[in-house]
């Protein structure tokens, strides 16, 4: 079977998406294709629709697009409806579009890789936009102790939290909240979810939050990142970047749409070398 795919953000040039499924296509000897598209700002609509025309079979969708990507799926996984973000299309036999959201899984893989417990945990996650939203159910599922929603503008760690009504195990609080010691016990995972390292800003966390064997994730990723640099000043051990999640997620929405599971550490370490030589 081959088949069309594309990433579609805006912007796009930077992804790593066509890598990461052609070397899932070849380890897998599926015959297919994936490009980028640049859907403009206002008109994502129109650049599916086009791609659909030319016999596309599925799409990652990136930022900013999720959103607008879960409205126009007709039908949506269980996983998607509750981060109210689609990263994943695949064309149904009618022509329209099944939206999944692979994000949350490719964390928690990503993390078990990792040889992290997460089972019993207590977790931070700092940020409550969609990122963060989209971890969340995953996160419970597998049975962390609790998580500890930590955001800027407080009302929307709220919001999320209401997401999940009777759910003890999710609680919120101000990101400033976090720079005050000894206000709960340490942190056994710390997650940033948020995109302050893009401006290279870090939130200012008290070391009490975290303990000698607590880990640091961040889902952005490069050859370091302003949270993971702060992370090893602090003489935390555990750190790892988001680059595993992205291979991840990538190969859930491949097995959704080729039924196949490719295996992704060698892909990770591909990515991983051309990322540090760069
Ligand atoms: P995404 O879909 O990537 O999660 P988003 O929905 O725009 O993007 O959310 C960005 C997150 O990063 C939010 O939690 C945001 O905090 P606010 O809700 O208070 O805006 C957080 N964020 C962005 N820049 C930040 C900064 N400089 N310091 C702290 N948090 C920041």
Same mark, same amino acid.
């Given at each position: 079977?081959?088949?069309?795919?594309?990433?579609?953000?805006?912007?796009? *040039?930077?992804? !790593? +998406?066509?890598?990461?499924?052609? $070397?899932? &296509?070849?380890? @897998?000897?599926? =015959?297919?294709?994936?490009?980028?598209?640049?859907?403009?700002?206002?008109?994502?609509?129109?650049?599916?629709?086009?791609?659909?025309?030319?016999?596309?079979?599925?799409?990652?969708?990136?930022?900013?697009?999720?959103?607008?990507?879960?409205?126009? *799926?007709?039908? !949506? +996984?269980?996983?998607?409806?509750? $981060?109210? &973000?689609?990263? @994943?299309?695949? =064309?149904?036999?009618?022509?329209?579009?099944?939206?999944?959201?692979?994000?949350?899984?490719?964390?928690?893989?990503?993390?078990?890789?990792?040889?992290?417990?997460?089972?019993?945990?207590?977790?931070?996650?700092?940020?409550?936009?969609?990122?963060?939203?989209?971890?969340?159910?995953?996160?419970?599922?597998?049975?962390?102790?609790?998580?500890?929603?930590?955001?800027?503008?407080?009302?929307?760690?709220?919001?999320?939290?209401?997401?999940?009504?009777?759910?003890?195990?999710?609680?919120?609080?101000?990101?400033?909240?976090?720079?005050?010691?000894?206000?709960?016990?340490?942190?056994?995972?710390?997650?940033?979810?948020?995109?302050?390292?893009?401006?290279?800003?870090?939130?200012?966390?008290?070391?009490?939050?975290?303990?000698?064997?607590?880990?640091?994730?961040?889902?952005?990723?490069?050859?370091?990142?302003?949270?993971?640099?702060?992370?090893?000043?602090?003489?935390?051990?555990?750190?790892?970047?988001?680059?595993?999640?992205?291979?991840?997620?990538?190969?859930?929405?491949?097995?959704?749409?080729?039924?196949?599971?490719?295996?992704?550490?060698?892909?990770?370490?591909?990515?991983?070398?051309?990322?540090?030589?760069?």
């Amino acid at each position: 079977m081959t088949g069309l795919y594309a990433v579609i953000g805006n912007p796009i *040039a930077h992804s !790593r +998406s066509p890598a990461i499924h052609h $070397a899932f &296509a070849k380890q @897998t000897e599926q =015959i297919l294709s994936y490009e980028r598209l640049l859907a403009p700002l206002d008109d994502f609509a129109g650049t599916l629709e086009s791609f659909r025309k030319q016999g596309g079979y599925g799409a990652n969708v990136t930022v900013p697009f999720k959103e607008q990507a879960w409205q126009l *799926a007709k039908t !949506r +996984s269980a996983r998607a409806e509750l $981060a109210g &973000a689609v990263n @994943t299309l695949a =064309i149904q036999p009618d022509g329209s579009w099944y939206g999944d959201n692979t994000d949350g899984a490719g964390l928690v893989q990503d993390i078990q890789n990792a040889g992290w417990e997460l089972r019993g945990r207590r977790v931070l996650l700092i940020g409550a936009g969609g990122a963060a939203r989209g971890v969340l159910q995953p996160l419970l599922a597998a049975e962390v102790d609790c998580i500890c929603i930590a955001n800027r503008t407080v009302t929307k760690a709220q919001a999320l939290l209401a997401l999940f009504p009777m759910q003890p195990r999710l609680q919120a609080c101000t990101l400033d909240s976090l720079s005050v010691p000894g206000q709960r016990p340490p942190f056994d995972i710390i997650i940033n979810a948020t995109s302050a390292s893009l401006s290279g800003e870090v939130p200012v966390i008290d070391a009490s939050c975290w303990h000698e064997t607590s880990a640091v994730y961040d889902m952005m990723y490069g050859k370091s990142t302003a949270f993971l640099d702060w992370a090893k000043a602090q003489s935390i051990t555990h750190c790892r970047d988001g680059l595993g999640m992205l291979v991840e997620q990538a190969a859930e929405s491949f097995y959704l749409w080729r039924g196949v599971r490719p295996e992704t550490q060698p892909v990770l370490a591909l990515l991983r070398k051309e990322i540090n030589q760069s």
